[in-house]
């Protein structure tokens, strides 16, 4: 079982900056595919961006070119830099892996979840 834990969030102007962190209990983290999905409220989970154990990088189109996602294998770390935040961006924010996931922007491909930081953006 794998434990994920958020930080990160806060309350931030429009233009501003945030990192979130996402800290997982697996010494095997490298071997994890790893992703950050967002859900405002009333409406659906969304994909945010995903880093593969493969290094690869993938983003929703909403948030290309603003947000990056790294990972550092040995703090068993994934984080998300936002840059240029939008009040559109205002979300909780999870952190979500599994071994291996086919569709990477299908959030029930992921079996482990953290419990979520909030992000809002103030206009």
């Known amino acids: 079982q794998v434990q994920l834990v958020e930080s990160g969030g806060g309350l931030v102007q429009a233009g501003g900056s945030l990192r979130l962190s996402c800290a997982a209990s697996?010494?095997?983290?490298?071997?994890?595919?790893m992703a950050w999905f967002r859900q405002a409220p009333g409406k659906e989970r969304e994909f945010v961006a995903a880093?593969?154990?493969?290094?690869?990088?993938y983003y929703a189109g909403s948030v290309k070119g603003r947000f990056t996602i790294s990972r550092d294998n040995a703090k068993n770390t994934v984080y998300l830099q936002m840059n240029s935040l939008k009040p559109e961006d205002t979300a909780a924010y999870y952190c979500?892996?599994?071994?291996?996931?086919?569709?990477?922007?299908?959030?029930?491909?992921?079996?482990?979840w953290g419990q979520g930081t909030q992000v809002t953006v103030s206009s």
């Open positions: 979500a892996a599994d071994n291996y996931v086919s569709d990477y922007t299908y959030d029930r491909e992921y079996r482990y």
């Open positions: 697996e010494r095997t983290f490298g071997r994890y595919d």
């Open positions: 880093i593969r154990r493969t290094g690869n990088i």
